[in-house]
């Protein structure tokens, strides 16, 4: 928001004071950033989500919100299933069927909505356990819907009770900060250890369990996640190191790290509407763009989908590349340009078509509503 330092101090003052501010709830696009930069340790996203939370226990969300949501029936991810090919929808079943125990990865909603993302054999020794009833409620945590995520919670804590895991292993940053950070603060209690993926593949890097047999040797913008920010140097530093080790090098963009620009999503739950998330989406494309580099790499799978309907809608050049599609090209399972990359371009487009079939008609529509109960673990 550019504020200046007097500007922020009052605004931070008139959230723990619970009076009216003149730009923070007006303008914030919910990126997480000001509590990874706040030199006070105040917790000002925590003081913005509390008044969001009041907002939806009092008011609901428009109904214009539900399809961009998970748990809800259908949703812009799930609507992709049936556009699958034979091989991705045979993925989904095997991680819904793989049981809960061990070491095991993660997927989250948006690797559920890309699964050729983890279909690499060095990836073998990992085993993916999760489906769509299982989602850590990210996106519900920054509408500020508090109450269904004590919801989320629970239900989270009482399916893993009886699991045998050791350690899950998590691609997505969001994810990991839900569950290692998030969850527990609205009642989750889990008995596992939680590491990024990067820490995994590193080490396997390492002890020569992976091996580097085509170094890309070319330059890629970073793209630094919300959630990244806030787990700081185990998300950003290791996951340029991860670059480093596959031949890439790092060109940051005008802003990154901690001083990072949402791809975008994160913009959608102030006001719920979709013209916030194009407008924060198009910055990072184009501050991508001014790099010079030869791609964006994109380590979060949920920026990585949001960039990619951006990018669709606002015909930017960017071309963007996710992290296990570098690692995959590295260690020669797949060239540049693989059917990977395709089935991104394929979907993004299928799913902004959607969102404007869906979301885009009840844009002028007062109606509200609220979160009802979630099948969580269902396993639907």
Not at 307 to 313: A, F
Not at 326 to 345: C, D, I
Request: charged share 25%; aromatic share 8%; net charge positive.
């Amino acid at each position: 928001m550019d504020l200046t330092r007097s500007e922020a101090i009052l605004e931070i003052k008139r959230l723990i004071e619970d009076l009216p501010t003149t730009t923070v709830l007006r303008d914030c696009v919910s990126c997480y950033a000001c509590d990874a930069f706040c030199p006070e340790d105040a917790g000002p996203y925590q003081l913005i989500l509390e008044k969001w939370s009041r907002r939806y226990d009092q008011d609901g969300l428009p109904v214009r919100a539900a399809y961009m949501l998970p748990y809800q029936d259908p949703n812009y991810r799930t609507d992709m299933v049936p556009e699958m090919s034979p091989r991705e929808k045979e993925l989904l079943t095997t991680w819904k069927q793989t049981p809960a125990q061990g070491e095991v990865l993660y997927p989250g909603c948006n690797l559920l909505t890309l699964p050729s993302l983890l279909d690499l054999g060095v990836l073998d020794g990992l085993p993916v356990s999760g489906d769509w009833s299982l989602c850590c409620g990210e996106p519900f945590y920054r509408l500020g819907a508090f109450a269904v995520m004590e919801q989320i919670a629970a239900a989270l804590t009482a399916y893993y009770a009886d699991k045998k895991i050791t350690k899950m292993i998590f691609a997505c940053p969001a994810c990991l900060n839900m569950f290692r950070n998030v969850l527990p603060r609205f009642g989750a209690r889990f008995n596992f250890e939680c590491e990024y993926i990067a820490t995994w593949l590193l080490r396997r890097l390492d002890d020569g369990r992976i091996r580097v047999s085509r170094p890309l040797e070319r330059a890629v913008a970073v793209h630094d996640s919300c959630h990244g920010r806030i787990l700081g140097d185990e998300i950003m530093q290791q996951t340029r190191e991860l670059y480093a080790r596959l031949g890439v090098s790092v060109v940051n963009m005008k802003h990154h790290h901690a001083d990072g620009i949402c791809c975008g999503i994160a913009a959608g739950c102030n006001r719920q509407m979709a013209q916030d998330i194009v407008r924060v989406g198009r910055r990072e494309l184009r501050e991508g763009v001014d790099t010079g580099a030869h791609e964006m790499a994109i380590y979060c799978t949920g920026c990585y989908l949001i960039l990619s309907i951006v990018k669709n809608l606002s015909r930017s050049k960017q071309r963007l590349v996710h992290t296990m599609e570098l690692l995959a090209e590295a260690v020669g399972e797949q060239t540049p340009r693989t059917e990977v990359s395709r089935t991104v371009e394929r979907r993004a487009r299928k799913m902004l078509f959607n969102i404007i079939r869906a979301a885009l008609p009840k844009v002028l529509s007062t109606k509200r509503y609220k979160i009802g109960e979630l099948k969580i673990g269902s396993g639907e």
